[in-house]
């Protein structure tokens, strides 16, 4: 091959090359992203059980499926929410795990199983969380015990008019 075919190889192929590479780094980069997005949900929701925390565990053998000792603590975390009693220290082992392995997989070394099962909640979440049970508790109480709701329609108050005096 002479010099100036080559010239026009790498003149075609570089480019070429050029954008696979980029566009296999946007994949990866995408999905390292939406794997940290998934981990960082379930971090911050981790004590509360909310509907985000247990839609994102539902998404964990799409997102984690590369990551075989994650899907691993998934599948035995999810098995054992199906134990009746349920014990919750074996719980929260079974979280802390899950977490750790997708904390580990993501190159978070200095993030122990320790720290993540700190958690901050401050007191008064805990009271308005009681006092939103209680209210429900109380709604639904009285509710059930109503035999009818009557909703007649009242006529509106009359419009008010109020007259000002011109000063003339």
Partial sequence: MSYEQATLVALFLGPVFGVFITLWYQQRMQKRLTKERLFIQLMGHRKGLSVEWVNGL???????????????????FYDYLHIRPMDPKQFEHRVVTLLS?????????????????KVYSPEAH?????????????????????????????????????KIKDKQ
């Fill in 126 to 162: 805990g009271a308005q969380a009681k006092m939103n049970e209680e209210l429900q508790t109380e709604f639904l109480r009285v509710l059930k015990s109503t035999q009818s709701l009557s909703a007649i329609p009242q006529k509106p108050d009359p419009p008010v008019v109020i």
């Fill in 58 to 76: 539902n998404v964990i053998d799409v997102i984690y499926a590369d990551h075989p000792k994650v899907v691993e603590a998934w599948h035995d």
């Fill in 101 to 117: 392995e997708m904390a580990t997989s993501l190159g978070y070394a200095s993030l122990k199983q320790v720290d993540i099962d």
